[in-house]
């Protein structure tokens, strides 16, 4: 089975920064999409940031220039380096892999795995 295990969630002031890390592991498949989504209490799930097996990276437009993707083949480890948090960007974030395409909403793909979220909390 798929496993993804998120870390690195926490409270951060306006400003500050954060690293969310995911493991994974039993995936089988050499093509891939991985990234993060969020969801903010009473939004929908909305796309962050993904990376494909390829190096191909997708980034929203909200996070362009502050969120930094990258991957660790040898770790099987996907991160997500956050700066420049402002409190908009609070929510429960999710590790998710999909044998899809990177993009907006690779996460959505009815095969992808999402591991259980971590709670970014950007407050003064």
């Known amino acids: 089975d798929v496993q993804l295990q998120a870390s690195g969630g926490g409270l951060v002031r306006p400003g500050g920064s954060l690293r969310l890390s995911c493991a994974v592991s039993?995936?089988?498949?050499?093509?891939?999409?991985i990234g993060w989504f969020r969801q903010a209490p009473g939004k929908e799930r909305e796309g962050v940031s993904c990376?494909?097996?390829?190096?191909?990276?997708y980034y929203a437009d909200f996070v362009k220039g502050r969120f930094a993707i990258s991957s660790d083949i040898t770790q099987n480890t996907v991160l997500l380096q956050m700066n420049g948090l402002k409190p908009e960007d609070t929510a429960v974030y999710y590790c998710?892999?999909?044998?899809?395409?990177?993009?907006?909403?690779?996460?959505?793909?009815?095969?992808?795995?999402w591991g259980q979220g971590t709670l970014v909390t950007v407050s003064s």
């Open positions: 039993g995936f089988p498949f050499d093509d891939y999409a």
């Open positions: 990376v494909s097996s390829e190096g191909t990276t």
């Open positions: 998710a892999i999909a044998r899809s395409a990177c993009g907006k909403n690779y996460y959505t793909d009815p095969k992808a795995s």
